[in-house]
């Protein structure tokens, strides 16, 4: 083992300086190249247990996540599973349930196909998304709803916006997917 000192201390070159607690036994291996200071190594050392402690806290809930989904299938309870880690181990659904408000109806749960043109046929024109206030659902609305004059439906408190015309609610992920029992009630009780 090699001994250094911290060169950031404001000891006296001329002075002698005796053994302290500022003084740290480096392994043989950092020492050895003198281009660095081996204050640098260690904070790189410092560094990388730190981004491994993170990488292992990552790992650990993605297999928390992964565990849960794997016991709600069992279950067979239609819990809400993160919609990110779900669209990417499912294919997108060719069909899916939605909710749909209409101005001056009580809202519906209907099926429609999950192409564009038929989400755009669903609120009259081109399609924007806003939140909902609901974990793994997403609103799609017109987009030029304001535009086009259409008639007030509902104040959306979660994005703080007033929609007008008719508008749906479905599952959030990579692509739009069917909504489960539980998040159609959630919906149904905030909207």
């Not at 201390?9 to 050895?32: G, K, R, V």
């Not at 993170?54 to 016991?71: G, K, N, R, T």
């Not at 024109?125 to 535009?147: H, M, R, W």
Request: glycine residues 8%; proline residues 6%.
């Amino acid at each position: 083992m090699s001994t250094f000192t911290n060169p950031n201390t404001d000891a006296n070159p001329t002075e002698e300086q005796t053994p302290t607690s500022e003084y740290i036994d480096f392994p043989d291996e950092l020492t050895q190249s003198q281009e660095r200071d081996p204050w640098e190594v260690v904070d790189e050392i410092d560094q990388q247990e730190v981004d491994a402690r993170a990488d292992a806290l990552v790992d650990a809930q993605i297999a928390a996540w992964e565990a849960d989904a794997e016991e709600s299938e069992e279950e067979g309870d239609g819990g809400y599973d993160d919609p990110i880690l779900l669209s990417e181990r499912t294919p997108k659904e060719s069909y899916i349930k939605i909710v749909l408000f209409q101005p001056d109806q009580w809202p519906r749960v209907v099926t429609i196909e999950n192409t564009l043109s038929s989400l755009q046929q669903t609120v009259g024109g081109l399609i924007e998304v806003f939140p909902v206030g609901v974990a793994g659902a997403i609103g799609v609305c017109n987009e030029d709803f304001l535009g086009l004059g259409l008639p007030l439906n509902r104040f959306i408190r979660a994005s703080g916006t007033v929609i007008c015309g008719p508008f749906f609610v479905v599952g959030e992920g990579v692509h739009f997917r069917s909504l489960t029992d539980r998040q159609i009630v959630d919906v149904l009780l905030k909207l």
